[in-house]
């Protein structure tokens, strides 16, 4: 069937070399099918950047972290050192160190705009169920390499973190501390943690680029969704993505740079925290070990949890406090695999369901919130009442949302009327411009 | 279309908040200890290092500091960066002698500092250092001020800091009171006095001046690449100003054929 396609569909290209490669090997039709003419609806946002923005950054991790793996020894007596060489002595070195710092930053930022754009107009909906839980699953692989990079310039902060999360695995009943056993390679976070961590560093990312490689597939098989959230009907709804969105991706990507680029080179620690330019010491712990940023809501869901919870009218405990924790940690990311189901709404568009957007506005406020309280010491208070207590109801709100709002949503909300399509949105707005442009 | 309107306003209001809540110091400090936030000559975004203060600051760092602090990362030949020459590189790292082999006949043997050294540490290992300062290890001094909340103002803030204990409390032997010092009990001894080394550069020789003077060094040993940092930083948002202006004049220019 693909064969035929390509058969059928095939360009011929001026240029012999690549007529002759084509003939053999259809490379530039494909490039030229899904890259130059490929349709994208023509109102999209500046929000729908930020896919190609987070493949930038993430190719940009590549390339300073293949670097800095030719200057980092993974061995705890050296690695500390290692990034301080890479720091001092290397060509360049300090610059690509903080541009692979500031990057993971960075990318997280991308993505997380990326995943609220999805969200907001219903880009998980059918015919995007798969696409959606792709982009999930790169999500979860991202913060798990994240996480053992911070550990790799083996400071107060990457020990201490690294013990903590990985602690949270011995949680899991029967098979929980073999699980720690095997993460650390050993009975505590030593050497052997630290080399695999760093194996695993660098194998992650291409695993990620083959799950992004699906993802985009996916894409290409729906199509883009909109700001309408409605489907393309004409050509008229669409342009090709050359060079109309080309273009502009670029320019955002460029406008996103420029922030990223003050970062680097005029504040490049702000997301770093001081005590990891403390070596590790096992022997001493920080007075508060708190994530990177792009964590600390899920560390507060992680501690807000604080009670055992018991079968009902017995004695014996079901769920420790420190499994309750550790569930709602992971289950609110597990959670969102199950969003397209969760959400059957057929109005996929927040435009057109003012209801669903202000309970999802109230989420992206809960989830700063609880990114607050995760940076925030075990022990704070919030107007004399316990930090803790707020991270709860935080929690128990992202949960409602997603097992109580949205399932209810999706039967009661009526929504606003859908237009007809894209390119009569589109003449509206012009006529409506035009004529005030007039007056 | 106020709707619409609406939607951005909030979304923008939530985007700023993430990015309050990040970069808030709230999220980090917990000590309600106030610093004495200086104005100092490298912060600024085309700032350098004043030289006359980095090298006071190594002098300093030289005959105080290092009777008990270690400083691993820094090399003889980074101070050429200060502005010593070649010459008084290889004078300096000669004062300090160096245990090195094994030779042929596989023994070890001293030699005088070459640049290529880094500072000598005051101890032999870590429990040597513990042995001598009643368990305390005091930390090296190559990354401090990475190291601490406000660095620059926090080390400061040490080194000026010393004051008598309010009363009712009891120090044991070798603690001293500090406000700046979290928990305010420290175990180093005030390091620095006023008039305790003579500048000849007609520099006032003030305890604060002495402490600005070692803040700036430690600083630049802490982020030795700061003005080539910022200087190629300009370079950068320069070069990705002016091609956003032409991308975003072609993405115009394109869109206007079908807009």
């Known amino acids: 069937m693909i064969y035929k396609m390509s058969k059928t569909e095939r360009v011929t290209f001026k240029n012999p070399v690549v007529r002759w490669i084509d003939e053999r090997l259809p490379i530039f039709t494909l490039m030229r099918k899904e890259y130059k003419v490929f349709p994208i609806p023509r109102n999209v946002n500046y929000f729908w950047n930020f896919g190609a923005i987070a493949i930038f950054m993430l190719i940009v991790m590549m390339a300073t972290g293949i670097v800095m793996a030719m200057h980092y020894t993974a061995d705890t007596r050296l690695a500390f050192d290692s990034v301080e060489r890479i720091m001092r002595d290397v060509n360049g070195g300090w610059l690509i160190r903080y541009v692979h710092m500031n990057g993971a930053s960075f990318l997280f930022v991308a993505v997380y705009i990326h995943i609220f754009r999805g969200i907001y107009y219903g880009s998980y909906k059918k015919p995007r169920e798969l696409l959606w839980m792709l982009g999930v699953l790169i999500f979860l692989l991202l913060m798990g390499t994240a996480f053992i990079g911070h550990v790799l310039p083996w400071g107060q902060m990457s020990f201490w973190s690294a013990t ?4 949270l695995f011995s949680a899991i009943p029967l098979i929980g501390d073999g699980i720690v056993t095997l993460l650390w390679g050993g009975f505590s976070v030593d050497n052997p943690t630290l080399t695999r961590f760093f194996a695993l560093h660098y194998l992650l990312p291409f695993i990620i680029i083959f799950v992004i490689f699906l993802h985009v597939c996916t894409l290409h098989i729906a199509g883009s969704n909109n700001p ?12 090709p993505f050359h060079p109309y969105f080309t273009t502009r991706d670029m320019f955002g990507l460029l406008v996103f740079l420029m922030i990223y680029a003050v970062f680097v080179f005029y504040m490049p620690n702000v997301f770093n925290h001081p005590d990891n330019y403390i070596p590790a010491d096992p022997l001493v712990t920080p007075t508060h070990i708190t994530p990177e940023w792009y964590f600390l809501p899920f560390y507060a869901m992680l501690r807000a949890i604080t009670f055992d919870i018991p079968i009902p009218f017995m004695d014996i405990i079901l769920v420790s406090a420190k499994l309750g924790g550790v569930i709602a940690m992971f289950g609110s990311i597990i959670l969102l695999f199950f969003l397209p189901w969760l959400d059957s709404h057929p ?6 369901r003012p209801l669903f957007r202000f309970f999802l506005i109230a989420l992206v406020l809960d989830f700063v919130f609880l990114g607050y309280v995760g940076s925030q010491p075990a022990d704070a208070t919030l107007l004399d009442i316990p930090l803790n207590h ?7 709100y992202y949960y409602a949302f997603f097992l109580v709002i949205l399932p209810l949503l999706s039967k009661i909300e009526k929504g606003r009327e859908l237009p007809t399509s894209i390119h009569q949105v589109i003449l509206q707005a012009g006529n409506s411009s035009t004529s005030g442009k007039n007056e | 279309m106020s709707k619409a309107m609406k939607i951005k306003r909030l979304l923008i209001f939530a985007l700023f908040s993430v990015l309050a809540v990040v970069l808030s110091p709230v999220a980090h400090t917990v000590e309600p200890i106030q610093l004495p936030i200086q104005d100092w000559h490298f912060s600024g975004p085309l700032s350098t290092f004043d030289r006359a203060s980095l090298q006071r600051g190594y002098m300093i760092y030289r005959r105080i500091c290092a009777a008990c602090h270690s400083m691993k990362h820094v090399a003889f030949r980074n101070l050429e960066a200060i502005g010593y020459s070649e010459e008084q590189i290889k004078a300096i790292a000669a004062e300090y002698m160096y245990t090195d082999g094994p030779d042929e006949g596989g023994n070890m043997y001293e030699r005088p500092g070459l640049p290529s050294d880094y500072f000598k540490s005051p101890y032999p290992n870590h429990n040597a250092a513990r042995a001598i300062h009643n368990g305390a290890l005091p930390p090296d001094l190559s990354l401090i001020i990475k190291a601490r909340h406000h660095g620059p103002d926090h080390v ?4 000026t800091g010393y004051e008598a204990a309010p009363e009712g409390t009891a120090l044991r032997a070798g603690q001293y009171w500090n406000r700046y010092m979290p928990g305010h009990i420290i175990a180093m001894m005030p390091p620095l006095a006023g008039n305790m080394i003579a500048y000849e550069d007609g520099t006032p020789q ?13 600083t630049w040993a802490a982020e030795p690449m700061l003005e080539d940092r910022k200087r190629a930083g300009m370079k950068v948002l ?8 032409i991308m975003y004049a072609i993405q115009k220019r394109i869109w206007a054929a079908v807009r």
Not at chain 1, 164 to 167: F, K
């Open chain 2, 156 to 159: 400061y803030g040490i080194l």
């Open chain 1, 347 to 352: 109005i996929r568009s927040a435009r057109f």
């Open chain 2, 206 to 218: 003030t305890l604060e001046q002495y402490a600005r003077d070692v803040v700036t060094f430690l």
């Open chain 1, 228 to 239: 309408l959230g409605i489907n393309v009907k004409k050509s008229q709804d669409t342009l």
């Open chain 2, 238 to 245: 320069l070069f990705l100003l002016i091609f956003t202006g």
């Open chain 1, 390 to 396: 707020f991270g709860l109801t935080g929690t128990v």
């Open chain 1, 164 to 167: 903590v999360i990985t602690n």
